[in-house]
């Protein structure tokens, strides 16, 4: 048998100095790839920085931009089912009248919530929506949110026109304990790995509402700036949360290659396929407030962070594959490990495809429902305005993470060959990094176990 991992072996001892030499050179390399690189995103980010002018900006509803309106907040006391009178026009451009009730026709009843206000002071009757009263329904206790036109129709608040219109639901409490309960869980999972996951989550936020959000009101480059907002989010979050190493800099290199491939066809492709994004409402409403925005830029904008994060994943867990197999078998040869390291992420390749096309499916399934009632060839409904968005976003992100999978395990492989992953105790004895072995935070439970297998297996031909 060939050489194993064990403490007694000639290949743990101290590094000479060529090896020294050899790490000190692709960690060089690497820092001349990314420094200049994360310097230039910076800088372009900067210069790029939106105003924040949302002079531009029209409401298309007039009751949310007119003096008096208030949107208010209360817990509904009881539900009343009330004979239809009203006429006019509801702030969600809905006919208030018979047709907006139950959906019944004339005649039919509508539902009112007795709700009492948070903020105090007697009850109020809110006229619920016709399509929540229908699918969902209100019932005592919920907490919603109305909006308060009493101030607005003043002496004309006889005319038949409701005075509290129902906007939403308060979702405060639930959505609250399910961030809570997901913070609890992947801190004691990942622990202080964890934590910083998550507070890198928080700076992506706050990049995306804070620099391209913004941007994309204004009408600045759609594709520069998801571009220069995904590239810092990226740095931001794979640094912070894995810390500052060679194995975190190759899943860098990796996410960028990948987010720039992505790119590149989420372009051609918005345009080739005419991705004109007005098949929805939400795209409706923010052509009628403002005419600077660009619905297909925001519609490629979107086809590139949305494959952020499954990127990023299957970088990180590449790098981390090569950085193990390496610990386990370390006289492997490049090829040897290029290979290994590539039959894990051709598993990861294939459960990835199918984590998006799911999720995206899920997404869609309204659409998809509609689709089926109408018995619409397949090829018609997925080439259609309201799927083609999501199949042209699956496709994208799909190329871009496949592709990003060999350039991730090639840049490993080159730099765990040069840079070593050995360290030394304090008295000078050699051992292998303890950290990296246990921490499977990077590391997926199959990955792990294949490659550990593998590597193993691989080390004992030899």
């Known amino acids: 048998m060939g050489h194993g991992h064990s403490h007694g072996d000639a290949g743990d001892s101290e590094p000479t100095p060529q090896a020294l030499a050899s790490r000190k050179r692709a960690n060089r390399l690497l820092a001349a790839v990314l420094v200049p690189l994360g ?12 105003s924040g002018n949302r002079d531009n900006i029209s409401f298309a509803s007039p009751y949310q931009a007119a003096p008096g309106v208030t949107f208010d907040t209360g817990k509904i006391q009881s539900v009343a089912l009330e004979s239809c009178t009203q006429t006019g026009q509801t702030p969600t451009g809905q006919t208030a009248g018979p047709q ?6 004339a005649g039919s009843q509508c539902t009112f919530a007795i709700t009492e206000p948070d903020k105090g002071g007697a009850t109020v009757k809110v006229v619920i929506n016709p399509d929540v009263a229908k699918s969902h329904g209100v019932k005592v206790g919920d ?13 004309n608040a006889g005319n038949g026109s409701p005075s509290y219109v129902f906007v ?23 622990r202080w790995r964890g934590l910083r996951a998550l507070l890198g989550l928080v700076g992506a ?12 009101v204004e009408g600045k480059p759609p594709l520069l700036f998801a571009l ?31 987010l720039g491939i992505t790119a590149l066809l989420a372009a051609w492709a918005t345009d080739a396929a005419n991705l004109a994004g007005v098949g929805n409402h939400d795209a409706a409403t923010l052509i009628n407030m403002s005419d600077k925005m660009s619905i297909s830029g925001i519609v490629l904008c979107g086809l590139i962070i949305s494959g952020l994060g499954v990127l990023n994943d299957v970088t990180i867990t590449q790098s981390a594959a090569v950085w193990e197999l390496y610990e386990l078998a370390p006289h492997s040869s490049a090829r040897k490990l290029f290979s290994s390291a590539m039959r894990i992420g051709r598993d990861h390749i294939a459960s990835t495809v199918y984590t998006i096309a799911f999720a995206y499916a899920g997404a869609a399934l309204p659409i998809l429902i509609i689709v089926m009632l109408y018995d619409r060839p397949l090829v018609d409904a997925l080439t259609s305005a309201e799927l083609s968005e999501e199949v042209i976003r699956t496709l994208v ?16 492989v080159l730099v765990v060959k040069a840079t070593g992953s050995k360290r030394l105790e304090p008295g000078g004895a050699p051992r292998v990094a303890a950290e990296d072995l246990k921490d499977s935070g990077e590391l997926s439970a199959a990955a792990v176990v294949v490659g550990s297998r593998r590597a193993r297996r691989e080390a004992e031909r030899r």
């Open 39 to 50: 310097l230039l995103t910076l800088v372009a980010m900067v210069l790029m920085w939106p």
């Open 100 to 105: 907006a009730g139950s959906g019944q026709g």
């Open 143 to 155: 907490p919603i949110r109305y909006l308060n036109l009493s101030a607005v129709q003043g002496a």
């Open 168 to 190: 939403d639901f308060v979702r405060t409490l639930p959505i609250a304990l399910l961030a809570v309960l997901y913070a609890v869980v992947v801190i004691a999972v990942a």
């Open 205 to 216: 936020y706050f990049v995306l509402v804070g620099f391209i959000l913004p941007g994309l």
């Open 228 to 258: 220069v907002g995904s590239t810092v989010i990226m740095i931001g979050v794979l640094y912070f949360a894995h810390g500052f190493s060679a194995r975190t800099s190759t899943a860098l290199l990796g996410t960028i290659f990948g």
């Open 397 to 412: 992100g799909s190329i871009g993470l496949v592709l990003a999978i060999p350039v991730t395990t090639l840049i490993g």
